[in-house]
């Protein structure tokens, strides 16, 4: 790792590209022909990322992992066997049952997050990389690119995979489970796309699609203001006043920071913390066995592991579930507080935003358990799984604590200090 040069004038030297740090803004030089490090922000020590990163490898991940996402996607995923009576499904069935059992805006988002959005980003990620290794820029690659950035936090298969590991845990000593080839597909799809990932790195990416601007870029004149891309981080110079100019990489509109932003944030928010309540109170499903069957909440769900000895799950369900969320809510509100003009509060409370921003999806894993036991118990008399409003609820918590943290600008806690 490398500390990137806080940028005191226009005096920097040939061959440095100049960025912001994305949480706190702060204008920053790195030697643009540096390979071998990574880099990382002089105040805030957020990661910079690197200008070096091959390309060979990311590729061959991505068309490996497209071709296991289609098998994932079209072969059989589990079979249940409950009393001789089988049931079938695949990767899209949990979709499909959500839909079909009055729960459509439940069915859409697991379409949207555990389908839809992973192919659009394996997709995506092909279309800007596989001519970038040539050397070459296809039409349009900056937007995508920009598109993909903004694609990546809902595309939730790793979560998805957590939820099935739950699902087959829940109904191991209920029936007989059949594992289909698109298990291991969709095992293997999580595994390249994450291994992909790893080996791309975004801030080399973009200096490949269009060089991140140098020092001249500091030459600011009259009539003119320096600003930064919030999608790519390129800087660039605009006319005093005209938010809302063009990136020349990306096409992202440019704005200057606003000092209300937080107000989405709060908002959002606000309403998670109200349906907080009726996603805890209300059962999130109803497993009907021969004709009979008790509502379940989460709660009850996580007691119901644990007195069966699956205690490393209840653990995961209670700390995804119950644990995550909470947290999140309490350090969203937070970091909403003004950190006055303290730079050390303003640091831990930047740390902390990374970490929300990190792990608030993780919620979603009782979401993808639920839709995947009602597309796989649904036998009538004999076996039914029947999703709950408190289901609906809790799936709105999740996306509107995503939304605040989305919604929140890091820069605001340095606006001060």
């Known amino acids: 790792m490398m500390a990137a040069t806080t940028v005191p004038s226009a005096a920097v030297p040939p061959g440095t590209a100049v960025l912001a740090c994305h949480d706190c803004g702060r204008i920053q030089a790195v030697p643009a022909g540096d390979t071998r490090h990574q880099f990382r922000c002089q105040r805030c020590d957020a990661d910079l990322g690197a200008f070096a990163g091959e390309l060979d490898a990311p590729v061959a991940l991505l068309i490996a992992a497209a071709i296991s996402f289609l098998v994932a996607n079209t072969m059989p995923f589990m079979t249940l066997d409950i009393e001789g009576f089988t049931q079938s499904t695949t990767l899209l069935s949990a979709s499909r049952a959500l839909w079909q059992a009055d729960m459509a805006p439940l069915g859409a988002l697991m379409f949207l997050v555990a389908t839809l959005a992973p192919a659009l980003k394996i997709l995506g990620l092909l279309y800007v990389l596989v001519p970038l290794r040539h050397g070459r820029r296809w039409p349009l690659a900056g937007p995508i690119y920009r598109f993909v950035g903004g694609v990546r936090p809902w595309a939730m298969m790793e979560i998805y995979l957590l939820g099935i590991i739950v699902a087959y845990v829940k109904l191991i000593d209920l029936a007989h489970i059949e594992l289909g080839i698109a298990v291991y597909a969709f095992v293997a799809t999580v ?52 938010d809302g100019a063009r990136c020349p990489r990306c096409r992202a509109r440019v704005y200057a920071d606003d000092p209300d932003a937080w107000k989405s944030s709060l908002a959002f928010l606000l309403a998670a913390v109200v349906l907080y309540i009726p996603a805890n109170v209300l059962p999130v499903m109803t497993v009907i066995y021969f004709g009979s069957g008790q509502p379940d909440t989460i709660l009850s769900g996580v007691v119901e592991l644990w007195q069966i000895g699956m205690y490393p ?28 003009r303290n730079k050390d509060v303003a640091r831990r409370k930047t740390r902390v935003y990374r970490l929300v921003e990190l792990v608030g999806r993780w919620s979603m894993v009782d979401i993808f358990m639920i839709g995947t036991l009602t597309a796989l118990v649904h036998l009538g008399n004999v076996a039914t799984v029947v999703p709950g409003a408190g289901a609906m609820a809790f799936a709105a918590v999740v996306i509107l604590t995503m939304l605040a943290s989305a919604a929140f600008n890091p820069h605001f806690l340095w606006h001060r200090a």
């Open 313 to 340: 799950v209840a653990a995961l369900v209670f700390t995804a579930s119950i644990l995550v969320p909470i947290l999140k809510m309490l350090a969203l509100g937070w970091l909403i507080l003004p950190p006055g």
């Open 191 to 242: 595994l390249l796309e994450i291994a992909a990932e790893a080996r791309a790195e975004p801030m080399a990416v973009w200096h490949g699609l269009m060089a991140q601007a140098g020092p001249n870029v500091l030459q600011v004149p009259r009539g003119r203001q320096l600003m930064c891309c919030h999608a790519c981080r390129q800087m660039l110079q605009v006319p005093t006043g005209a």
